[in-house]
Each structure stands twice: as C-alpha cells, then as structure tokens.
C-alpha cells in the first residue's frame, strides 16, 4: 500500500520567514496530494491540493509543488505569520475515485513572534 | 449548511468495554470515513461507508467495526477496547466518497484507561 513520510517533524521559524515541508509518497498511481491544516483541538482542514497533472500551485502566501519523477511533494509558507502556527499534514491519494488518504505523520510548526 | 457533527465529543472508558461512536455527514452527503489518530501514528484510515456499504477498509483489527443507516449516518464500534485504542476519532463526509471533496469533523477523543 501507499506509505507517506513526511519531514521535518517539528519547524520552528521567526515571523516573516519561510517554512518548507517535505513529503515523499511510495505508489506511484497517487494522483492526487491534498494538504492540511490542524489547530490545537481543532479537525484537520484542508488548506491547499495539487494534482499530478500540475507541477506546482500556489494561493496567497502559500505553494504545493510536485516531483512525479522523485515521488516528492513540498508545502511552502511565505511571510509566516503567528496564526500559522499549527501541525500540517501532507496526504496522497489515487484522485477522484479513491476513497482512501494516506497521511504523513505531520510537521508541527512553531512561528515566533 | 451544517457541517460534520460527532457524538460524543470526548470519552473514557476502561481496558475491555467496548464503545460506540456516532457521524452524522454533511446534509446530501452519503459517504463517510473514520480515521484514527495518535501522536506516534499520524492519521490512519479506519473504514469507507457509502450507501450503507464498506467499500474500503485500512489495515485495523477486526475489533474496529462500523455501519451505516440509511439517513448517511455513520457509527463505528470498538469491542475489547485495548490502551493502545486511545485516540482521536475523526469522520469525514463527502457526496460521492472522493477524497476530493470530504470534510472533517470535530472528532471523538477517546481515553481508555
């Protein structure tokens, strides 16, 4: 089956840096790459995909790109701000007519004020 | 539209009762999916339902079992409950099972003791 891993574990940043996530996936039928957000006792909420279709996407101060050929996939934040302090899971998936997510096991990011 | 609603919201229990958890989807939605997660695990999916059918099942004990009833509603059962099964239980709706368009709820934090 599909097998996710995902680092850093754990990413500190001042505000207005940079947070990069990695994530590497083992199916290479995986089409589809869903990101999330999870606040402290909050549900996990999506907060940007790509498609294997796409090499990169972007939506404000935040970007997915894709690697077919390397099985990897990354999360960039720009101009962290505090609010993105949270732990962030990347997901693969075979696309639409998969009913299963594959998490990695999540980065907590830690933005200092 | 009201979103994903789980019952109960928090739950302890001791080693060997069993327990039962409640999902009710988004109004129109028929699909429901139960993830477990855990510090050391990640997010790891449970089940699929859809039109009260498992359609896809994760690599979970046979003591992790779940239904659904003809309004989409959605329960899943743990018998023998182990120290190990405390966790957060998350359900997921969608209309059509994609993992394209589902949303979480808040989830059920079970602590067995």
């Known amino acids: 089956g599909e097998n996710v891993e995902q680092h850093p574990s754990t990413l500190s940043v001042q505000e207005g840096d940079s947070a990069v996530i990695k994530c590497t996936y083992s199916d290479s039928a995986s089409n589809y790459f869903p990101w999330y957000k999870q606040e402290l006792g909050k549900r996990p909420q999506l907060i940007i995909d790509i498609r294997s279709n796409v090499g990169e996407k972007k939506d404000q101060r935040i970007a997915v790109t894709l690697n077919k050929t390397a099985k990897h996939f990354s999360l960039h934040i720009t101009e962290t701000q505090p609010e993105d302090s949270a732990v962030y899971f990347c997901?693969?998936?075979?696309?639409?007519?998969?009913?299963?997510?594959?998490f990695g096991k999540g980065t907590k990011l830690s933005v200092i004020p | 539209k009201a979103g994903v609603t789980q019952t109960p919201r928090y739950l302890i229990k001791t080693r060997g009762q069993q327990v039962t958890l409640s999902c009710s989807p988004i109004?129109?939605?028929?699909?429901v999916s139960w993830y477990q997660q855990t510090p050391g695990q990640g997010l790891q999916f449970l089940f699929e339902?859809?039109?009260?059918?498992?359609?896809n099942k994760g690599n979970f004990p046979g003591r992790f079992s779940g239904r659904q009833f003809s309004n989409s509603r959605s329960e899943m059962n743990v018998s023998t409950l182990e120290l190990g099964d405390s966790a957060l239980y998350l359900c997921a709706s969608s209309f059509s099972g994609s993992v394209e368009t589902q949303y979480f709820g808040p989830g059920t934090r079970l602590l067995v003791l």
């Open positions: 109004s129109g939605h028929r699909s």
């Open positions: 997901a693969a998936s075979r696309g639409a007519g998969s009913y299963q997510l594959t």
């Open positions: 339902y859809f039109s009260e059918t498992q359609r």
